[in-house]
């Protein structure tokens, strides 16, 4: 069954510090990939998406992520987090035609100010 | 609000009573799905909709669980005798068919949180 896997089940750091969230998915087709994050109280939001073309994708608030295929992996980067970055932070991915995303378990991160 | 909407918010219920949930998707959406998530999970697929039609269903869904969405509009999802174990959030979701039927992004609801007692 297609996977994704998430390897950081809580990060903490301290403000200005240097993001990277892992992201591995166990499918050889076609994936189009995503990472959604929640903020305490809210619901599950679109923080950037890969489809086709640059696998460097920009998403809001200065993440980005990088797709690289020959590892199975798209991982979440950014370069100073700040206290409002406290959130969870979930991989998803569309695996070859399904029509339902299938999520990794996903990445609490604590953001200290 | 043009957001994902879900109703209700919290639902508290004693084991074996039927529970109903209730979506309204964007209105321009004509894909609907529903997930549920527990407690340090991502969210698990339950259940597809295009339009008024049901096109998959998870092996979650047991046969206790049943979704409707009669119009192509709203969607309603139905736990029939509930069990401690069905307490989780259940989460609906909508998007849009991009070009030539493409998939696109899934813009989610803040859920609905059921607890079993």
């Known amino acids: 069954a297609q996977s994704v896997s998430q390897h950081n089940h809580h990060v903490i750091l301290s403000e200005a510090a240097s993001l990277e969230l892992g992201c591995n998915y166990s499918?050889?087709?076609?994936?189009?990939l995503f990472w959604y994050v929640q903020y305490p109280g809210q619901h599950l939001q679109l923080l950037l998406k890969?489809?086709?073309?640059?696998?460097l994708v920009k998403g809001i608030k200065g993440f980005e992520a990088e797709f690289i295929k020959s590892k199975f992996s798209f991982n979440l980067r950014k370069p100073s987090v700040q206290w409002s970055d406290t959130a969870e932070y979930f991989c998803?991915?569309?695996?070859?035609?399904?029509?339902?995303?299938?999520f990794g378990s996903g990445t609490q991160l604590t953001v200290l100010p | 609000d043009t957001g994902v909407s879900q109703n209700p918010r919290h639902k508290i219920t004693k084991r074996g009573q039927n529970v109903t949930f209730r979506c309204d998707p964007i209105?321009?959406?004509?894909?609907l799905y529903w997930y549920r998530q527990t407690l340090g999970q991502g969210p698990e697929f339950l259940t597809y909709?295009?339009?008024?039609?049901?096109?998959?269903k998870s092996r979650l869904l047991s046969d206790r669980f049943s979704a409707e969405r009669p119009k192509g509009s709203f969607s309603t999802l139905e736990i029939q005798r509930t069990e401690q174990g069905d307490s989780a959030m259940y989460l609906c979701?909508?998007?849009?068919?991009?070009?030539?039927?493409?998939?696109?992004?899934?813009?989610f609801g803040q859920g609905t949180r059921l607890t079993v007692v």
């Open positions: 890969y489809f086709s073309g640059d696998p």
């Open positions: 998803a991915v569309y695996p070859g035609s399904a029509r339902q995303l299938t």
């Open positions: 209105s321009e959406h004509n894909r």
């Open positions: 979701a909508s998007s849009s068919p991009g070009q030539g039927g493409l998939r696109t992004e899934a813009f």
């Open positions: 909709f295009q339009n008024e039609a049901q096109l998959e």
């Open positions: 499918y050889g087709g076609t994936v189009n």
